[in-house]
């Protein structure tokens, strides 16, 4: 795993951005696997401002998202398909009809989960997967459990999962509690990964995931078997990390 230490939230960010960028200049029709939540706003932020300078284009790419939540349409604000156009569909030259994430508004989960399947299929593995980590170490929505899902699948958000998205909802009422996520194999199938992390509140879980024992309990323990991953963390988040 290469490991790259950054200042703070901002340079986390540039940093992040710098990798994407580098993937789309040197393939311009690839495939990028996103994320959603609010470690990745400062990387799309960074995209965004490169793109507006004439750095870059996304005319060629294609996207898949890693999860939406089961139940909320795409004109929902809090939508994940709502969040990715906010932050980059709408700001860039990407071709929408490249751009994918799960149904969350197919009420039936064996359909959702399948339709998403073949389009994954479809496309190809990920040129380059981003990726955050929650503080239990889910990635994606693949929340601890007995194992480890391989493709797309509807998973019931953990307790600790729904209070962390609480504070992106009016109430808690408000809150999903289930969402259509990509499985574990379907992650490590991309040739590259990207996990970016920022804030002392992770630097346990950074060191649970990357130092400690592969385990479904801890799910991103998983990308230590994976052959090309970068880690982009600040200073804060690496605070307690035993192999930094």
């Known amino acids: 795993m290469k490991l790259y230490r950054a200042k703070d939230y901002n340079d986390m960010s540039r940093k992040a951005a710098s990798i994407?960028?580098?993937?789309?200049l040197m393939k311009p029709n690839c495939v990028l696997g996103l994320a959603t939540g609010s470690t990745p706003i400062g990387a799309y932020r960074q995209l965004v401002d490169w793109y507006a300078q004439g750095d870059l284009d996304f005319s060629e790419v294609t996207t898949v998202n890693l999860d939406e939540y089961k139940g909320l349409t795409r004109d929902n604000p809090q939508s994940y398909y709502y969040f990715m156009n906010e932050h980059l569909f709408s700001k860039v030259n990407i071709c929408k009809s490249?751009?994918?994430?799960?149904?969350?508004?197919?009420?039936?989960?064996?359909?959702?989960?399948?339709?998403?399947?073949?389009?994954?299929?479809?496309?190809?593995?990920?040129?380059?997967?981003?990726?955050?980590?929650?503080?239990?170490g889910h990635i994606g929505f693949n929340e601890p459990g007995e194992?480890?899902?391989?493709?797309?699948?509807?998973?019931?958000?953990?307790?600790?999962?729904?209070?962390?998205?609480?504070?992106?909802?009016?109430?808690m009422d408000e809150v999903p509690r289930q969402a259509y996520t990509m499985g574990i194999k379907t992650i490590l199938s991309a040739r590259k990964i990207l996990i970016i992390v920022s804030g002392e509140d992770k630097a346990d879980i950074?060191?649970?995931?990357?130092?400690?024992?592969?385990?479904?309990?801890?799910?991103?323990?998983?990308?230590?078997?994976?052959?090309?991953?970068?880690l982009v963390a600040d200073e804060a988040a690496l605070s307690k990390f035993q192999k930094g």
């Open 20 to 24: 994407i960028s580098a993937q789309i």
């Open 98 to 136: 490249r751009t994918f994430l799960p149904d969350g508004t197919e009420p039936d989960s064996h359909t959702a989960c399948e339709n998403y399947n073949e389009t994954l299929r479809a496309v190809g593995a990920a040129d380059l997967q981003l990726l955050g980590l929650g503080h239990n």
């Open 147 to 171: 194992y480890f899902p391989t493709e797309t699948h509807c998973i019931d958000l953990s307790e600790q999962t729904i209070k962390a998205n609480a504070r992106f909802f009016q109430t």
């Open 206 to 230: 950074v060191n649970t995931a990357f130092s400690g024992p592969v385990t479904p309990r801890v799910p991103a323990s998983i990308l230590q078997l994976h052959g090309n991953v970068t």
